[in-house]
């Protein structure tokens, strides 16, 4: 009796779990107030595609930030921290004091990658001297693979060390470039 009882409350545990899960569903849904629609004013159409999808999901035409940026595939490092982010981070500061914006819809005609920062004068000198030393173990390696293996091998490991220090300093470490993010 008491083991009938527990599998009865077990299941109704269950049932009132996916009761609330269910009920809970909309709550998980994006209100139309909560979207921030970018649009590229210098590419063709981009604005228009903006108000339409905007006029169709209901969202507030205050929710829509025009921006003027390349409208090629790649952007560079500069527009995007100079003409992208800071216009977002005004209209939010400004237009949505109490944070309710949770998504960003980025329009056709928006770059899709952002380049790479540069590299400052320091981070060059220093990549300089990693490639030296690079070469310089490539040639050790080469000579001791005809002497000994086991010192090939040493070499090998410590020139493997080199290129994650070069890649990091190249910041390839991110990949070649960056798919195209808001930086916050």
């Given at each position: 009796?008491?083991?009938?009882?527990?599998?009865?409350?077990?299941?109704?545990?269950?049932?009132?779990?996916?009761?609330?899960?269910?009920s809970?569903?909309?709550?998980?849904?994006?209100?139309?107030?909560?979207?921030?629609?970018?649009?590229?004013?210098?590419?063709?159409?981009?604005?228009?595609l903006?108000?339409?999808?905007?006029?169709?999901?209901?969202?507030?035409?205050?929710?829509?930030?025009?921006?003027?940026?390349?409208?090629?595939?790649?952007?560079?490092?500069?527009?995007?921290?100079?003409?992208?982010?800071?216009?977002?981070?005004?209209h939010?500061?400004?237009?949505?004091?109490?944070?309710?914006?949770?998504?960003?819809?980025?329009?056709?005609?928006?770059?899709?990658?952002?380049?790479?920062?540069k590299?400052?004068?320091?981070?060059?000198?220093?990549?300089?001297?990693?490639?030296?030393?690079?070469?310089?173990?490539?040639?050790?390696?080469?000579?001791?693979?005809?002497?000994?293996k086991?010192?090939?091998?040493?070499?090998?490991?410590?020139?493997?060390k080199?290129?994650?220090?070069?890649?990091?300093?190249?910041?390839?470490?991110?990949?070649s470039?960056?798919?195209?993010?808001l930086?916050?």
């Amino acid at each position: 009796m008491f083991k009938f009882a527990l599998d009865c409350s077990k299941r109704l545990l269950v049932i009132g779990i996916g009761a609330l899960f269910l009920s809970c569903h909309s709550a998980w849904a994006l209100e139309p107030h909560e979207i921030l629609v970018l649009a590229n004013k210098n590419a063709a159409r981009s604005v228009g595609l903006a108000k339409y999808y905007m006029k169709k999901r209901g969202i507030p035409e205050e929710n829509l930030l025009q921006l003027w940026v390349t409208d090629k595939e790649w952007c560079s490092r500069e527009d995007y921290e100079n003409k992208v982010v800071p216009r977002v981070r005004r209209h939010l500061k400004d237009k949505d004091p109490f944070m309710l914006v949770r998504c960003l819809v980025l329009m056709y005609g928006l770059p899709l990658r952002v380049a790479q920062p540069k590299l400052t004068f320091e981070e060059k000198a220093r990549l300089k001297q990693l490639q030296t030393e690079k070469a310089g173990l490539q040639n050790q390696i080469e000579k001791a693979k005809a002497e000994k293996k086991e010192k090939a091998k040493t070499l090998e490991a410590e020139l493997a060390k080199l290129r994650k220090q070069i890649d990091a300093l190249r910041k390839t470490d991110q990949g070649s470039c960056r798919k195209f993010s808001l930086d916050f």
